[in-house]
């Protein structure tokens, strides 16, 4: 179980969030900003979010095998 809390931490510690707009951009609509924002975000980071996905689906089932060999 360690190994699946170090990899999910390894993920978390090598995202990178870079955030940039024109204040007058977000004032005038915030939310165009914070989806296009979003959006950039999410296809930065596509490769981490699905390893991070398949981790924990991992560490479900690993769990779950442990609960049913009680």
């Not at 609509?29 to 991992?58: C, F, H």
């Amino acid at each position: 179980m360690k190994e699946f809390v170090s990899k999910i931490k390894d993920l978390k510690d090598s995202i990178n969030i870079d955030i940039k707009g024109d204040v007058a951009d977000i004032i005038k609509d915030p939310r165009v900003w914070a989806e296009s924002v979003a959006d950039a975000m999410i296809a930065q980071n596509a490769d981490r979010l699905i390893k991070a996905r398949k981790l924990g689906e991992e560490f479900g089932k690993r769990i779950n095998r442990n609960k049913e060999e009680l």
